[in-house]
Nanobody, 124 residues
Framework: QVQLVESGGGLVQAGGSLRLSCAASERTFSMFARGWFRQAPGKEREFLAAISWNGGSTYYADSVKGRFTISRDNAKNTVWLQMNSLKPEDTAVYYC?????????????????WGQGTAVTVSS
């Protein structure tokens, strides 16, 4: 069964950093574009960042541009989200996703595979 497993969430003070990881269970994911999304309490899930299959193209939401960085290592079947200068409004459950296409996308409907989520809490 195809799986995406996130890790790295936790509690951090405002201004701090966290690095989220998303490991895929199958080598085929090395050919898939990947994305990160989040959902805060009472809000809809929102796009954060996406990366093409080879890392050649990346996209970011305006809310995280300049603070978050998406990267991947296909040899490790892993994608990361480096989050710096965290703010209380970044508090949410963070999800990684994969789509069976080499091109990155910003719409969650274009992603077929999802992880279980990892919680991030930023205290003020």
């Amino acid at each position: 069964q195809v799986q995406l497993v996130e890790s790295g969430g936790g509690l951090v003070q405002a201004g701090g950093s966290l690095r989220l990881s998303c490991a895929a269970s199958e080598r085929t994911f090395s050919m898939f574009a990947r994305g990160w999304f989040r959902q805060a309490p009472g809000k809809e899930r929102e796009f954060l960042a996406a990366i093409s299959w080879n890392g050649g193209s990346t996209y970011y939401a305006d809310s995280v541009k300049g603070r978050f960085t998406i990267s991947r290592d296909n040899a490790k079947n892993t994608v990361w989200l480096q989050m710096n200068s965290l703010k209380p409004e970044d508090t949410a459950v963070y999800y990684c996703a994969a789509r069976n296409d080499v091109v990155a996308a910003t719409n969650e409907l274009q992603y077929k595979y999802w992880g279980q989520g990892t919680a991030v809490t930023v205290s003020s």
